[in-house]
């Protein structure tokens, strides 16, 4: 196996198509093809294949995003799981993000990926979004109700919409479904390292 920089558009095309295929599940993803094509000239280095011959295996698509590193996509093939691809593909991400001299990394990751990125380093924290008219009044009161082992590290509250991030140093499965029972309520797992 091998991991190499994507380094034109025609590879970051095969790179994306493979995405799609193994990860994505509509097309309605906030960070298409556009968005990467974007990025590929900005920090190519953050944008890496995993090939077996010509094949590729793997693929993480990172970008610089203010001032974190943005890992938005990591997938490897079906058959290929659990052959250390995806430890690599981070790793060298890990590395490369050095370039830019950006030390912080933020994903957000499903559920059947929480185990992999804690075995990698990163810590969890826990993204709460109400939609709805009275949104902030119920996320606030749902802030009330928490213990005072977690804190709210980042909030935006709109007319319409209220969103948060709490710091849960842990997975907090418990917590996630009190969460998800607000009306109109989504929440999931986002997780940051810090590279040194």
């Known amino acids: 196996m091998e991991i190499v920089q994507i380094s034109s558009f025609k590879e970051l095309e095969e790179a994306y198509g493979f995405v799609e295929k193994y990860l994505l599940e509509s097309d309605k993803h906030p960070r298409d093809i556009n968005y990467y094509a ?5 920090h190519p280095e953050l944008m890496l294949k995993a090939t077996i011959g010509n094949n590729i295996v793997g693929v993480v698509l990172g970008s610089v995003d203010d001032d974190h590193i943005l890992i938005g996509e990591l997938v490897v093939h079906p058959n290929h799981r659990r052959q250390y691809i995806g430890s690599s593909l981070i790793k060298s991400l890990e590395e490369n993000s050095k370039i830019t001299g950006i030390n912080t990394l933020l994903l957000g ?4 990926a929480e185990a992999f990125y804690l075995k990698q380093g990163y810590t969890p924290k826990l993204f709460i979004q109400v939609q709805g008219n009275n949104a902030k009044d119920v996320f606030d009161n749902f802030i009330k109700d928490l213990s005072i082992k977690y804190r709210v590290s980042w909030k935006e509250d709109k007319d319409d919409k209220s969103k948060a991030v709490i710091e849960t140093q842990t997975i907090d499965k418990d ?3 009190k ?3 607000l009306p109109n309520c989504h929440s999931q797992y986002l997780f940051s390292k810090t590279i040194i």
């Open 175 to 177: 917590l996630q479904q």
């Open 38 to 42: 974007r990025k590929l000239s900005e």
């Open 179 to 181: 969460a998800d029972g």
């Open 109 to 112: 990751a499903g559920e059947e």
